[in-house]
């Protein structure tokens, strides 16, 4: 009656459509990687680049840790620069710009971070850098993230 092949090829067929959102990324969608707008006139992030682009998440998270939970404010990157550990004045108030930066590489990368549910995102151009304390003094080490020290 049935025919065995044909009813295990279709099986397979259906299979391979349903899960094609699945696995789309692993054939590799041509697409170029977007054109990131770094702030005019810094050259430097609080880490290096390389840092920052693997780590970032992990140290607003400590960030966030550091300032809900322990009260601190003020972190000293591995070059001895001080930062305020806050997301608006501080990455957003260098980086200026949220779409053009975040947005392109998480949009890339398929990954929506639910920060600006509630912090607020900037609209464009710098803002003016909170005030710093002299309170602190954590690097990435501190956190368990390793670095030189
Ligand atoms: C003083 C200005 C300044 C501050 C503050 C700052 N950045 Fe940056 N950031 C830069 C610059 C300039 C670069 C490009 C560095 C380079 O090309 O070497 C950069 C690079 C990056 C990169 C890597 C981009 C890439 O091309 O891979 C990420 C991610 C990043 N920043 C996120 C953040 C986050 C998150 C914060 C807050 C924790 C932050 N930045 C704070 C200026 C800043
Ligand atoms: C060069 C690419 C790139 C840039 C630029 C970038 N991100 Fe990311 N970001 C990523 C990737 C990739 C992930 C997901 C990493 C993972 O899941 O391990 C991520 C994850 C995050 C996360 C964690 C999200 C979660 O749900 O865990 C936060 C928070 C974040 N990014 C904030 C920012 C902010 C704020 C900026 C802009 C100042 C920024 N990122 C710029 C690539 C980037
Ligand atoms: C439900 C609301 C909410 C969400 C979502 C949220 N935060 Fe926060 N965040 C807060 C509040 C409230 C504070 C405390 C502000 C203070 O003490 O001044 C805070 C503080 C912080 C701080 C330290 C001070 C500051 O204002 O920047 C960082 C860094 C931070 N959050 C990062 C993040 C990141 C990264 C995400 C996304 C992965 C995120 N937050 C998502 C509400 C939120």
């Known amino acids: 009656m049935f025919n065995r092949g044909w009813v295990t090829a279709g099986i397979l067929v259906f299979a391979a459509a ?3 959102p699945f696995y789309r ?4 969608e041509d697409r170029p990687f977007p054109q990131l707008e770094l702030p005019a006139g810094e ?17 607003l998270d400590a960030w966030r840790n550091a ?8 972190y000293t990157s591995q070059r001895g620069d001080e930062f305020e550990m806050n997301l608006h004045s501080t990455c957003m108030g ?5 779409e053009r930066f ?3 590489c998480h949009d890339y990368n398929h990954v929506t971070p639910p920060c600006w549910d509630c912090h607020v995102a900037p609209f464009e151009g710098p803002e003016v850098r909170g005030q710093r304390s002299e309170v602190g003094g954590q690097g990435p080490r501190a956190f368990g993230m390793g670095g030189r020290s």
């Open 43 to 59: 050259k430097r992030c609080v880490e290096s680049k390389e840092f920052m682009r693997t780590n970032h998440m992990r140290l």
């Open 94 to 98: 260098c980086h200026g710009t949220k």
């Open 102 to 104: 975040c947005d392109r």
């Open 67 to 74: 300032v809900v939970r322990d009260d601190l404010l003020i």
């Open 18 to 20: 349903a899960l094609f």
């Open 25 to 28: 990324h692993l054939l590799g």
